[in-house]
């Protein structure tokens, strides 16, 4: 809760951090570092737990919530990890919101062949409208 927030891709400064998500090219939990840009790394909620079926290759955000998800849930919700409102809701949010993230975040297309259908309001597009253009002469994301 009073975590200080850092962004940069120094390894000087990510040495130095105790999470690191999305940057440094090193998936290691116990270390808590949880970046997924490395051609080794094939890792999907599957191989990570094996109880659960989704074989999309996690990005960063997949990462942290397969780690991490059911905790958080359990601590907003008041109710056991391990329980049944914790594991559907779990398991809910995986697959109609976060499996999205880590498609799009890997360029996992969404259908074969031709879509049947455009997506113009996923979240990845949202998100996209709030940095800067690439030619607008202020680049500051922070704002």
């Known amino acids: 809760q009073d975590a200080e927030v850092v962004r940069t891709r120094d390894p000087q400064r990510l040495a130095q951090c105790d999470v690191v998500v ?14 997924h840009h490395q051609r080794s790394f094939t890792q999907s909620m599957r191989s990570l737990r094996p109880d659960k079926p989704w074989t999309t290759k996690l990005s960063s ?22 329980g049944p409102v914790v594991t559907a809701l779990y398991d809910k949010l995986y697959e109609n919101f976060v499996e999205e993230i ?31 253009r690439w030619n607008d002469p202020d680049q500051d994301t922070e704002v």
């Open 61 to 82: 955000a997949g990462l942290v919530y397969c780690h991490f998800g059911s905790q958080i849930l359990a601590g907003l919700l008041g109710q056991p990890e391990d």
């Open 22 to 35: 999305d940057v440094g090219g090193e998936y290691d939990p116990e270390r808590h570092r949880y970046d």
């Open 102 to 132: 880590d498609a799009i975040d890997n360029g996992i297309a969404q259908a074969e062949g031709e879509p049947r259908y455009a997506l113009t309001t996923t979240l990845s597009a949202r998100v996209g409208h709030l940095n800067p």
